[in-house]
């Protein structure tokens, strides 16, 4: 994962779990993943109500397209969080 990757979830979990006290659990998969084990985190991550991913996953909304090469600097991870979390709003994941 590229340190712009892991800007873009701390600012996600900025909003989810600092403003709005939600849990969350967090995968971090391998690159090149067995078969059985992809067939083993598909069928885990079926449990989840929303998916957040920083690559196309089935139902997950992804993040952090991109941003490669790039971090999110303090003046404007303010911008960012209220767009993760109007989205958040918009998909129905906060009231």
């Avoid at 067939?39 to 909304?61: D, F, I, N």
């Amino acid at each position: 994962m590229t340190q712009s990757l892991d800007d873009a979830l701390q600012q996600l979990l900025e909003v989810w779990a600092v403003r709005h006290g939600r849990a969350y659990d967090v995968f971090e998969v391998p690159p090149k993943l067995p078969a059985a084990e992809k067939r083993k985190l598909a069928a885990a991550l079926k449990r989840y109500a929303w998916v957040v991913s920083t690559e196309p996953r089935e139902g997950a909304w992804v993040i952090g397209e991109g941003t490669e090469g790039r971090t999110v600097s303090p003046r404007t991870a303010p911008a960012l969080r209220r767009d993760y979390e109007a989205e958040m709003k918009r998909r129905g994941w906060l009231g």
